[in-house]
C-alpha cells in the first residue's frame, strides 16, 4: 500500500514540535484510560517528560552521520524509568531520520530505535522487545479500528486486550484475554462492561505488567505514521528547518 501523509501548509510547527506533541498526547490518551483500568494505574509523566523527550529528539539530530551507526549517550537516559525509554528512543530515531531526510514511517522508527538500544546500556531486554511486540500485534490491531474510525479509547481497549491475550505472562490472564476477544473484545456485547470485569478480577489476583502503559503507548504514536512505503515531501517551516512531514490533523501543544 502506497501510504503518503499530507502536509498542512499554513502549519507553523517543525517537525521537532509535533513529535513531542504527538508522543505526549499518546501517554495522554492512556493516562484517560486509567481512572477506569486498575492495569494502568502508574504515575503520570505527560507533563513531566516534555524536556526529556526533547534531549532524546535532539541527541538523535546530533547522531545524524548516515554512515554511521546510531548511537546515543548514556547520560540520555540515565535517569529515566525503564518505561520511559521506548518513548525515548522512538523520539531520538525521529530526529535522526528527520535530520537525515528520511521518511517517517512507523517501521523505520522501530528500526532506528531498536538500533539505539544495541548502543544504550541502559536499556534493558523488555525495551528491546517491546518494539517487536507492538509491531506485531497491537499496533496492526489499532490501526485497523482507527480505520474503521473507532475512537482511540477503543483502539487502544482492544490493543490491550491483545496484548494480554498474547503476551502476557500470566496463563489465566491469556486464557481470559483470549476469551473476550473471541466475543469481540471491547467491540462485543457489553464489552468495555467485560473488560472492566477482567481488570478487577486481575487486582484481585494481584496482576501487574508495568510494562503494558508503555506498550499502548508507543502504540498511539506509532499509528500516527504509515507502516512503509511513503512519498517524502519536503518544505521549510517559518524557521528554515526542513519539515518532511506534517500530518493533516490537529496539533495538541502542551507547554515546556
Not at 523505520?108 to 500485534?137: H, K, M, N, P
Not at 487486582?203 to 508507543?218: G, H, K, N, T, V
Not at 505514521?225 to 490533523?249: K, T
Request: net charge negative; proline share 6%.
Amino acid at each position: 500500500m502506497n501510504e503518503t501523509i499530507t502536509l498542512r501548509p499554513e502549519s507553523r510547527a517543525s517537525t521537532k514540535d509535533v513529535i513531542i506533541d504527538y508522543m505526549l498526547a499518546s501517554v495522554d490518551e492512556v493516562e484517560q484510560l486509567q481512572p477506569a483500568l486498575n492495569l494502568l494505574a502508574q504515575p503520570s509523566v505527560a507533563r513531566g517528560g516534555y524536556d526529556f523527550f526533547v534531549h532524546c529528539y535532539e541527541a538523535g539530530t546530533q547522531n545524524k552521520a548516515a554512515e554511521t551507526e546510531p548511537a546515543l549517550p548514556d547520560a540520555v537516559f540515565r535517569d529515566s524509568t525503564p518505561w520511559m525509554q521506548r518513548s525515548g528512543l522512538l523520539c531520538a530515531a525521529a530526529g535522526r531520520l528527520n535530520a537525515l531526510g528520511q521518511p517517517l514511517t512507523h517501521n523505520r522508527l522501530c528500526d532506528v530505535a531498536g538500533q539505539y538500544c544495541a548502543s544504550v546500556a541502559d536499556a534493558d531486554a523488555e525495551t528491546r522487545s517491546g518494539f517487536y511486540t507492538v509491531r506485531s500485534i497491537s499496533l496492526p490491531v489499532y490501526r485497523r479500528l482507527l480505520r474503521d474510525k473507532h475512537p482511540s479509547g477503543i483502539c487502544l481497549q482492544q490493543a490491550l486486550l491483545h496484548l494480554l491475550a498474547w503476551k502476557s505472562d500470566s496463563p489465566w490472564a491469556r486464557q481470559q484475554a483470549q476469551r473476550l476477544l473471541w466475543q469481540g473484545g471491547v467491540l462485543g456485547d457489553k464489552g468495555e462492561f467485560a473488560l472492566m470485569t477482567l481488570d478487577d478480577e486481575l487486582r484481585e489476583r494481584q496482576f501487574a505488567w508495568p510494562d503494558l502503559r508503555s506498550l499502548l503507548a508507543i502504540t498511539g504514536f506509532l499509528a500516527t505514521f504509515p507502516a512503509g512505503r511513503y512519498l517524502l515531501i519536503e518544505r521549510c517551516s517559518p524557521g528554515g528547518e526542513p519539515v518532511n512531514w506534517l500530518p493533516d490533523i490537529p496539533v495538541r501543544r502542551y507547554a515546556a
